[in-house]
């Protein structure tokens, strides 16, 4: 089983350490090391502790083994036969990283092992196999912290997500909440509520994460963007006019055109048919820095109890006691 937090995810971490050659060592003496080490399956050429080149078994045994390969090859340097532009990443680069660009080399290098190096020296080498296991040891560890139904990040990558934007110069921290949701799935019931939340997800994720910018679901109908700037007016008038001019068509056309419906209400009691709506609460640190998540917290729910009192979809931007704006 996965520990959550535990897994490792910069390349360094799971480099196996090898010993390298100079690049004037002839081919005879990686025949030898080749010939004596069965299980080796490549040698990392270095100059001066910094990698250079790579030799693979399989590829310098198909060189040797030409016609004329132990003639020409035997007795000279290693170059001749090297891969001279191998795969070499940083220590600390991500696994998921090195993952992308370990699949994109021509077919021929596919399986050639990675190259690591830390502060330009050579660290290790890390095998395809051991990469690709330790990403999908990573895919499921981030896909514990997803929302089941949206399939956007939950509570614990968004608190993390959080913590990193406290140190950014601008941010907006934005609030998605449905109004009257809980009277919509007490009416058409919990599978058709799922639907909206995927249709909002859906809307949420075209003006978004579309843009590059981080999307969380808290859970239910709430959900979270954090966006490193504080133009967002745009934006959500977005979302609001793609939420409000689709919504409709989740409502049964007699719930929407009877003036006389009711259906009950948060307090339990019969009340007038509304149409759901979307609030949307920002909060900024253009005239306020937060010092923890839990002040972030606290102050964009302040900004949140004030969009709910609007009828109707809105947006509210810093609107809140524990802000004073110059």
Known sequence: ??????????????AKTVPYIDPFVKNK???KLFTENPDMRSIVVAHQEKPVAHITRTHFYQKIGTQYGYNLYMGRESKLIANTNPLIVDYYQSITEVSKVAMERKEEDLYDDVIVTKDGKFAGVVSIRALLMKFVEIQVEQASYLNPLSNLPGNHLIDKKLNE??????????????????????????KKGDKVLLHLTEILKRSIQQGGFFLGH???????????????DDLCAKV????????PKFYKSEHLNDPNF????????????????????VLTNEFIQFETIEDLSNSVAAV???????????????????????
């Open 1 to 14: 089983m996965v520990k959550k937090g535990k897994v490792v995810t910069n390349i360094g971490r799971i």
């Open 218 to 232: 808290i859970g239910g109908d709430d959900f979270m963007a954090i966006i490193p700037h504080y133009e967002v």
């Open 304 to 326: 949140k109890r004030n969009c709910k009192k609007i009828k109707g979809s809105c947006y509210l931007i810093d609107e809140c006691d524990c802000i004073q704006k110059v």
């Open 29 to 31: 003496e990686i025949d």
């Open 262 to 281: 009711k259906m009950k209400g948060r307090s339990g009691e019969m009340e007038k048919f509304a149409i759901m709506s979307l609030s949307i609460a």
């Open 240 to 247: 609001i006019k793609d939420f409000d001019e689709t919504i």
């Open 165 to 190: 934007t406290l140190r950014l110069e601008k941010y907006s921290i934005i609030y998605f909440d449905l109004d009257h949701f809980k009277a919509y799935n007490d009416l058409y019931g919990f």
